[in-house]
């Protein structure tokens, strides 16, 4: 049996669908999942992202009020044997790691948004995990999101994805 496919990504800040580029649509047709960790902006591009595959989505902080009462703060997304916290993090940088951790103690993984900085950090027990953003970039990387092959055992192996 062949990985699961999970793309990941956050802080789109779009106001409408039809934003995202053509290569971040790429890489969202057909996966397995998708991840989208606040800051959707707009209802319009939720609906998007559900159109294109299974959509796990939270809220952020700029997001229109109809998303921020109809999402949650926090989610656990589960496929392929692994557990994946989502939720967006506006908190201070300070202790975020112990904070994102402590929040999905059963998670293999914790995907976050809010900073567009790419992140994928390794624990002894977990992945912490910030796809960046594809649409509003912090980084020297660039616009980013991230893919995540799931195994048959549930195991998580990330690799970022770029243009």
Not at 39 to 57: G, I, K, N
Not at 73 to 87: D, Q
Not at 110 to 119: A, F, S
Not at 127 to 144: C, D, E, F, I, Q
Request: aromatic share 2%; charged share 20%; proline share 7%.
């Amino acid at each position: 049996m062949s990985a699961l496919r999970v793309v990941c990504l956050s802080d789109t800040h779009l106001r409408r669908a039809g934003g995202l580029p053509l290569w971040c649509l790429r890489r969202l047709e057909g996966a397995d999942l998708i991840v989208h960790a606040g800051d959707l902006v707009a209802l319009p591009v939720l609906e998007q992202l559900e159109r294109l595959a299974p959509t796990v989505a939270v809220r952020g902080n700029m997001d229109a009020l109809v998303l921020k009462e109809s999402l949650p703060a926090r989610k656990i997304a589960e496929i392929g044997g692994a557990r994946i916290g989502v939720l967006h993090d506006p908190g201070p940088a300070l202790g975020r790691t112990d904070r994102l951790t402590h929040a999905f103690l059963d998670c293999g993984a914790v995907v976050y948004g809010h900073t567009h900085v790419p992140e994928i950090q390794r624990l002894s027990d977990r992945l912490v995990l910030n796809p960046g953003s594809p649409t509003v970039p912090r980084s020297t990387l660039g616009a980013t999101m991230l893919e995540l092959a799931i195994s048959s055992d549930g195991a998580i192996d990330p690799t970022f994805v770029t243009p």
